[in-house]
């Protein structure tokens, strides 16, 4: 069973930069694909990027060319490079493994505030 902790969230700027982490214990083998979600106050998780096996990388319009989500299978932390950040990112952001048989495993979210 695999556990996933992230980090990384904090008060930036308008334009800065950010970089989270999700660190990932236990088995992965049965692990669909990883990435990140993001939710504000009152409304729905919003998926930000994804790495689905076989597929390739998934980025929702909003952060393409700004966010960037990598893995590092040896140190088994996957992370999200945030750029250019605007005071529209400002969310609690969560990481996620999908399973094959589509259970979802959640990081406990940690929270990015931009201010203008």
């Known amino acids: 069973q695999v556990e996933l902790v992230d980090s990384g969230g904090d008060l930036v700027q308008s334009g800065g930069s950010l970089k989270l982490s999700c660190a990932y214990t236990?088995?992965?083998?049965?692990?669909?694909?990883m990435g990140w979600y993001r939710q504000t106050p009152g409304n729905q998780r919003e998926l930000v990027a994804s790495q689905t096996n076989g597929e390739g990388l998934y980025y929702v319009d909003s952060v393409k060319g700004r966010f960037t989500l990598s893995r590092d299978n040896v140190k088994n932390i996957m992370y999200l490079q945030m750029d250019s950040l605007k005071p529209e990112d400002t969310a609690g952001y969560y990481c996620?493994?999908?399973?094959?048989?589509?259970?979802?495993?959640w990081g406990q979210g940690t929270q990015v505030a931009v201010s203008s």
């Open positions: 996620y493994a999908k399973h094959y048989d589509n259970r979802l495993t």
């Open positions: 236990g088995s992965t083998m049965d692990i669909k694909a």
